[in-house]
Each structure stands twice: as structure tokens, then as C-alpha cells.
């Protein structure tokens, strides 16, 4: 039994148009454009998002690791301050206080004859030593020949 077409149909139709059990390919072409479409500006969000770690990284600054808390922090908890405040880390540069401090204590070691490094067990050495029968203090090295000697 074949059915026949309803006279008001058209006679021929447009090719976008599939009959029953044939591929759709716009649809197919749509699913292919939608997903390079989430894909692609799900790598573009993500290359926005490090942008601050990046930077950070690039110019090998001090904060590094405080930028990519901060920026894990604003992906995992859609807070947007955190992302700023990573960014404003990642461009400012903060003094390197902690080096700046340790090159001083090498200048002073080197002036006071202290081996580098020692400065603050010479020290401590030297303010807990006890005074020996002339009521003088033994030398810091004193304490070090006799753990030698031991």
C-alpha cells in the first residue's frame, strides 16, 4: 500500500528537509558548531582566568605563589575580588625584604669574621657561654674545638 502525497503538499521540497530514517546533517553540522563553540570558549575563560598567574610567572615575582591561591580561590568559589586582587598582586612589585635582610647579615658576618651562614649560632654561643675562673667569657670558636676534640 503506498500512500499517496496530500495535493496541497509541494512537489519537491528543499534539500534541508530529510525524509524519515535518512541523516540529518544540519543537525549534525549544528552539534559540531555548538560543541567547538563550548570548547572554545571554555579555553578562552580558562586562558582569561590564569591570566594573573601567568603574568605572576613571566616576570618571576616574589607573590607567585600567593597570585595562583588567589586565583584557584576565584575558579573554585566564583568570587571575582579574589581574581582582582591576584591580578593587582601579579603587577605590582613588592621589595624582597627577606633577601634584602639576608644579603645585610652577609655584609656584617663578613665584616665581623664570622664564617657565613654562623652569625646567629656565634651568636648564641657567645651569650650563653659561661665565664670561665678569670670571669671571662671563652672565645664562640672555644666551644667548637672541644666538640671537635670530643
Known amino acids: 500500500m503506498t500512500a499517496a502525497a496530500h495535493p496541497a503538499a509541494p512537489h519537491v521540497l528543499p534539500s534541508f528537509i530529510t525524509g524519515p530514517g535518512e541523516t540529518d546533517y544540519f543537525t549534525v553540522l549544528a552539534a559540531v558548531i555548538l560543541l567547538g563553540a563550548v570548547l572554545g570558549i571554555g579555553l578562552l575563560f580558562l586562558r582569561l582566568h ?61 665584616m665581623a669574621g664570622i664564617a657565613p651562614g654562623t652569625g646567629g649560632d656565634a651568636a648564641s654561643d657567645a651569650e650563653t657561654a659561661v665565664p670561665g675562673p678569670d670571669g671571662n667569657a671563652p672565645p664562640a670558636d672555644a666551644g667548637v674545638e672541644e666538640k671537635a676534640h670530643a
Open 50 to 110: 590564569t591570566l594573573p598567574e601567568r603574568m605572576a610567572h613571566k616576570t618571576h615575582k616574589i607573590q607567585f605563589e600567593i597570585v595562583a591561591v588567589l586565583g584557584l580561590l576565584a575558579l573554585l568559589t566564583h568570587i571575582h575580588a579574589f581574581w582582582v586582587a591576584g591580578l593587582l598582586l601579579a603587577l605590582i612589585d613588592l621589595p624582597d625584604i627577606p633577601g634584602m635582610f639576608g644579603r645585610m647579615a652577609g655584609s656584617l658576618e663578613k
